[in-house]
């Protein structure tokens, strides 16, 4: 009953000829997307001023990527 949760197998996707599991692809998403805020707050020019940037930066960049994720295969990682 423990294990149940392993029989579907997990979900790959094909790119380049080759196979990716989910995971990566999130954390690829979840990590360019916690780029992309910071360089946001930076050129806005209130980088220097939040507490935690790197916190801030990558809590908003994982649920961006959750959201996508989710609206872009209707299920989550």
């Given at each position: 009953m423990?294990?149940?949760?392993?029989?579907?197998g997990?979900?790959?996707?094909?790119?380049?000829?080759?196979?990716?599991?989910?995971?990566?692809?999130?954390?690829?998403?979840?990590?360019?997307?916690?780029?992309?805020?910071?360089?946001?707050?930076?050129?806005?020019?209130?980088?220097?001023?939040?507490?935690?940037?790197?916190?801030?930066?990558?809590?908003?960049?994982?649920?961006l990527?959750?959201?996508?994720?989710?609206?872009?295969?209707?299920?989550?990682?």
């Open positions: 423990l294990l149940a949760g392993c029989g579907g997990a979900p790959s996707y094909t790119l380049f000829g080759a196979y990716f599991p989910g995971w990566l692809l999130f954390a690829l998403l979840w990590g360019a997307l916690a780029i992309a805020v910071r360089v946001t707050l930076v050129l806005a020019g209130g980088g220097a001023d939040w507490p935690w940037p790197l916190a801030l930066c990558l809590s908003a960049g994982f649920l990527a959750l959201g996508l994720w989710w609206l872009g295969t209707g299920a989550l990682p």
